[in-house]
Each structure stands twice: as C-alpha cells, then as structure tokens.
C-alpha cells in the first residue's frame, strides 16, 4: 500500500485535504472521489459526505475550489499528521 492510501485510510479527512491542496497545483474533485472511493468511502460515508466537508472548509478559508480543482485557501494551515511526521515520504 502506498503512502497516499495509507493516509487516506487513517487520518481525518480535514487533514487529508489540507495535505493535498498544500501545493499550488493542488487536487482535482474527481481524484479525490476516486481515493475515497477505492478505500470504500471511510470516513466520509459516501460523495455527498465528501462534498459538504470540502463546502464547509472552503467557508471556513481553509480551501478554495478553482474550478474542479482543491487549493489552499487563505486559512490554510499543516496537516496535523504532517506537523508530527508521522509518514516517511521518498
């Protein structure tokens, strides 16, 4: 299992996404659905579920959608499991 899925499966997913808008290319919609999808939608229950946390952490400043796409917002901040290295990344 590659870092990513393991993340996936054992972090929240606010932190997931605060991970993966860390850069300026950021994360599109449907690739985020697909990792949650192929780890049968744990923590988020199902799309829907995946689609109001990302609308409440673009109210919160977190992040913004750019079209499809998941960025840091003006709120951003580490995810916690980064802050602690918790995974080796190669």
């Known amino acids: 299992m ?3 899925n393991c993340i996936v499966l054992n972090e929240s997913p606010e932190d997931v996404v605060l991970f993966l808008s860390k850069n300026e290319s950021g994360i599109s919609l449907p690739r985020l659905d697909g990792l949650y999808s192929r780890a049968n939608w744990i ?48």
């Open 43 to 90: 923590h988020v229950k199902d799309s829907w579920g995946l689609l109001t946390l990302i609308k409440k952490m673009c109210g919160d400043g977190l992040i913004r959608c750019d079209g499809a796409v998941i960025v840091r917002g003006p709120n951003w901040k580490e995810a916690t499991f980064m802050l602690e290295r918790k995974y080796a990344f190669n």
């Open 2 to 4: 590659n870092t990513i």
